[in-house]
């Protein structure tokens, strides 16, 4: 019985410089893996916004980590805790969850102390990341966010408009009312005058059209 005890009440000592080092080390790849989401990620959320809690997340759980691993009794008294405080973020997109993830595997490398695989296996997935945003086209700041609201036209008929000034267009999103139709879409232009030729396109299409666009280089 004794023993039970012991294994619950015992405790390991933990070294301060290792744990500011685990800390360190844990941030800076946190910052990597901001700069890789601001630069590769497809989410057309606020990059730079979201991207900020990358460091937070990361550093917390390398510091939860280093804590309860030196104890059973507090790993229990986390699960107890963990159970009454729920996070409630605003993760519209599977791959900024992804990324989260990813801080949160940050952290609990580096809090278990592995510090050599953690670097590794970090700097080994980022460099896949860099890679395949290279080879596969991603968003760029010539993309915008087209929302078009229409009573007369169809989601193929303001598709083909668009794509014939358009280097891409993908839809996101299609609200259809009783009289009138709403629809988001992703549209890459060459250039700001040959999206002007597709507002008029539209409007000539649809006189009571209406069009608003925002630069996805605004929402990084």
Request: aromatic share 10%; net charge negative; charged share 20%.
């Amino acid at each position: 019985m004794q023993e039970i005890l012991d294994l619950f009440t015992a405790t390991e000592s933990i070294d301060i410089i290792e744990l500011g080092a685990d800390i360190i080390l844990s941030a800076i790849m946190s910052g990597f893996i901001y700069f890789a989401f601001i630069r590769f990620a497809s989410t057309l959320s606020n990059r730079k916004q979201f991207g900020r809690i990358f460091f937070l997340v990361a550093v917390c759980t390398t510091l939860i980590i280093a804590v309860i691993k030196s104890s059973i009794a507090l790993s229990l008294g986390l699960v107890g805790a963990l159970s009454i405080i729920r996070f409630r973020a605003a993760i519209k997109e599977p791959e900024e969850l992804a990324y989260l993830f990813l801080c949160i595997a940050t952290g609990l490398g580096f809090g278990a102390g592995l510090r050599v695989i953690t670097c590794f296996a970090v700097v080994l997935i980022l460099v896949i990341v860099v890679i395949r945003g290279l080879l596969f086209k991603q968003i760029t700041d010539d993309t915008y966010n087209f929302s078009v609201n229409t009573e007369k036209l169809t989601v193929d008929d303001v598709i083909q408009t668009i794509s014939q000034f358009s280097e891409s267009i993908k839809v996101r999103r299609v609200d259809s009312g009783k009289n009138a139709l709403c629809s988001l879409f992703v549209v890459e232009f060459k250039s700001i005058s040959r999206l002007e030729n597709a507002m008029d396109a539209l409007k000539t299409k649809d006189e009571d059209i209406s069009v608003s666009f925002i630069s996805n280089e605004t929402l990084m």
